[in-house]
Structure formats: C-alpha cells, structure tokens
Nanobody
Framework: QVQLVESGGGLVQAGGSLRLSCAASGRAFGAYSMGWFRQAPGKERELVAV????????YYTDSVKGRFTISRDNNKNTLYLQMDSLEPEDAAVYYCASARTPMSNYLPKNTDDYGVWGQGTQVTVSS
C-alpha cells in the first residue's frame, strides 16, 4: 500500500519561507510524477506544482511562479516544496499526491490524474 506523509507546515509571517516535505513509501517513487495541491477553506483543491518522475520537467500555477520550487530526491523517496515570499493568499492545507500512471516526462494537472494523496499539512501566513 502506497503512503504519502507531508510535513513542514506551520505559521509564518508574510514574506517568509517554509519548506514542505512529502515522504513516500510502498512503491517505486521514482516512476511517478508527483504534485503539490492546496485547499483553502471554502475553495476547491487547486494544483500548485508538478514534477516529472526524473525531476527534469516542472509546472507551476501562475500565482506561485518565481516564489515556489518543487523538487524531489528519488534516492530518499521524498518530494519537496520550497515556498518563499509567502503571501496571506497562500494559506491553505497543502497535499502531496502521486500520479495514477507511471510515465516519464508526464505533468498531470487534474486531481483525477492522481491516485494517492497525503493527509495534508496546514500552512498559515499572517499579514
């Protein structure tokens, strides 16, 4: 059974930084694209960033471009999201997810493309 466990969330002032981690176990981590999503109260879950299995391709939603960086260490089975210049609008529960299909250079962007989800980690940004 695949498991994803996020960590690294917390409270930070606007302009600050946080680094989220997602530890994976149970299957070949390096074969699957991985994504970070977020969900704020009363809003739909939205894609933040995606990274291909080998880490050679990345996608970011427009609102985080230039501020967030997605990366992965396939030797450690871990996904990361470095978040800099945080804004109050970034506050949400952040989830990592693993794509349903193992495919190189694949950047899935819809929640339905992902089959395994972590439990989420809360990010709070004070103004």
């Amino acid at each position: 059974q695949v498991q994803l466990v996020e960590s690294g969330g917390g409270l930070v002032q606007a302009g600050g930084s946080l680094r989220l981690s997602c530890a994976a176990s149970g299957r070949a981590f390096g074969a699957y694209s991985m994504g970070w999503f977020r969900q704020a109260p009363g809003k739909e879950r939205e894609l933040v960033a995606v990274i291909s299995p080998a880490g050679t391709r990345r996608y970011y939603t427009d609102s985080v471009k230039g501020r967030f960086t997605i990366s992965r260490d396939n030797n450690k089975n871990t996904l990361y999201l470095q978040m800099d210049s945080l804004e109050p609008e970034d506050a949400a529960v952040y989830y990592c997810a693993s794509a349903r299909t193992p495919m190189s250079n694949y950047l899935p962007k819809n929640t339905d493309d992902y089959g395994v989800w972590g439990q989420g980690t809360q990010v709070t940004v004070s103004s």
